[in-house]
Structures are given as C-alpha cells and as structure tokens.
C-alpha cells in the first residue's frame, strides 16, 4: 500500500475513481449538515462577564485574582445556581436518580468555565440552549460572589468587634484603677502637680509661709511622689491606648454594617445573538476530509484486490 503513496499510481486512482469520490463527500457533507442542525443537535449560545477582584484582602499566600476564582467555584455558589434555575430540571435529571448529583455536576461542569486572563481578571464563561438563561447564570454568579464575600468579610468583623470589645472593656477597666489610685493620692496625699506644687512649697520654705503644710507637702511627694508619676504616666499611656483600640473598634463596626461589592465587572454579560454551539462548519469540513480519507482508502483495497487476482 506504500507504493500508492510513493508514485503517481495514487493520483492514477483519485483521477479514475473521481466521480465517486465526490458523491462521497457530497454525501458526507450533506449528512453533516443535517445531523449538525437544530433537529439534532440543539444549539448553545455563550455568554460570558469579565471582572476584577475589588475591596478585597488576601487570606494567604494566594492572590486576589486566584482567591476570587477559589470563592466563584465554591459549593455555596454551584449549589444556589441549581436552586435558583432549577438546573437539574433543566437538564432532564430526575431528583430519584441514584447518580443524581454526579450527573448534574457533570452536565453543569460541560457548560460552565472560569479562568484567569494574562491581565489577573477572571473570565466567567456559560453556555445554555436558552441565550437569557445563559446571561441570567452568568450574571446570578457574580451577584452570589458578591453576597458570599460580604458574608466571610461580616463574619470575619463580628469576630473582631468581639475581640476588641473585650480589649477596649479590658482598657477601660486599667483606666478606671489607674485613676482611682491617683484620686486616692490626691484626696489623702494632697498630690496634685509635681512641678507645680514642689516649685510652690519650696518658694514657700524659703520665705517663711506656710512651713507646716509646705514641708508635709514636700514630705508626701518625696515618700508618693514617684508611684504617683509612675501611675500618672501609665494612665496616659492607658489612654491612649484605649483611644487605639476604640478607633479600631469602630473600623470593624463599620466593616460588619456596610454593604459593598467585592467584584468589578468590565464586560458585563448579555444574550447572545448568535450560537456558540456547535460549529457547524467545522463539523462539515471534518466530515468531508474524513470522507474523502475513508473513501480513498477503501478504493485504495479495491484496487489493490482487483490487482492481486488478475495477478
């Protein structure tokens, strides 16, 4: 058989056996456009959103762009688009159906797609017989993102508000002892300001006035004065650090009462005018080559068969 291959005896024969080669791929190419029409396949129309991740914080060594795609194939996401569109209905899958889930992941697995462009968007793609339905589960997957996302960032600041109701109580608590001691001081010790009043009783002693209270004075800040100013300074620094904690506190608040969108969308998802499924043209192409292929052979056995007997 290598020998058609290798001289003129294979042009010989396409050139002899033309007519019925071209009735083969007339009538390939006919089949393929009747069994690649409507009547027996039935036409699938894409749509398709693109969007960037937005308003988000990275949980771990993964990007904004991969978490987002890790959040968009989630279960939660997969099994509120079956709820929502009735997909198993839709794809003729009986509820009774002991390979029930397994079939309705795999037929919704053939339609849908995400993946991330050169740029670190994320393309969402879904093909559907109905061109609406198509946009509609496109669009409904973002909208989900969107809520799944506000609900991890509200979980995650409810959690914070905890904790840090806890430390700013706790603070607050430091505070309030820190100023009891002063008052304590300040009630029994009479100690007021260091600067203010060690400056005054020793101007005091030295021009003769007031001796016995300025030398009980002085004596009180000597034997006080210094956990006095050590208390004072750790009030303050209390303080400020209760002033910290509040503000951050507040942050979260915010964080766990607010209502964002954690996806920008640049390509926006629409009905399809024209079928993405099947391609019909290549369908007939490779249905004609494959034709002309087959025939070719087969002439190439007839031939090769009529040779061996008058041999």
Not at 261 to 289: D, M, N
Request: charged share 25%; with cysteine; hydrophobic share 40%.
């Amino acid at each position: 058989m290598e020998s058609y291959f290798k001289n003129k005896n294979l042009f010989n024969l396409i050139t002899r056996w033309k007519y019925h080669l071209i009735i083969i791929m007339v009538v390939a190419g006919a089949l393929a456009v009747l069994f690649s029409s409507s009547y027996f396949i039935k036409p699938k129309y894409e749509s398709k959103a693109v969007l960037y991740p937005f308003n988000t914080i990275t949980l771990s060594e993964e990007s904004e762009t991969e978490q987002m795609l890790e959040v968009l194939q989630s279960s939660d996401i997969r099994f509120k688009i079956y709820e929502t569109f009735d997909i198993a209905e839709h794809y003729g899958i009986p509820s009774d159906d002991a390979e029930y889930l397994a079939k309705l992941n795999n037929s919704f697995d053939k339609n849908i797609g995400f993946s991330k462009t050169p740029n670190e968007a994320i393309e969402i793609e879904f093909m559907d017989t109905d061109p609406q339905m198509a946009s509609d589960v496109v669009d409904s997957i973002i909208a989900f993102y969107n809520q799944k996302q506000l609900q991890l960032n509200k979980i995650k600041s409810k959690e914070q508000v905890r904790i840090y109701n806890g430390r700013v109580s706790n603070k607050m608590t430091e505070v309030d002892s820190l100023i009891s001691v002063l008052k304590k001081h300040r009630k029994e010790n009479d100690l007021l300001h260091y600067g203010i009043q060690v400056e005054q009783y020793t101007e005091a002693i030295i021009n003769g006035r007031c001796l016995n209270e300025a030398r009980k004075n002085l004596g009180n800040w000597k034997e006080f004065g210094g956990e006095y100013l050590k208390t004072d300074s750790l009030l303050w620094n209390a303080m400020e650090d209760h002033h910290d904690l509040k503000i951050t506190l507040e942050t979260y608040l915010m964080d766990a009462s607010k209502e964002i969108t954690y996806a920008h969308v640049v390509a926006e998802p629409f009905p399809a005018g024209e079928k993405a499924y099947p391609v019909r043209w290549i369908i007939i192409l490779f249905s004609v080559l494959g034709a002309f292929i087959a025939g070719l052979f087969i002439l190439i056995l007839i031939d090769k068969a009529k040779i061996t007997r008058s041999a």
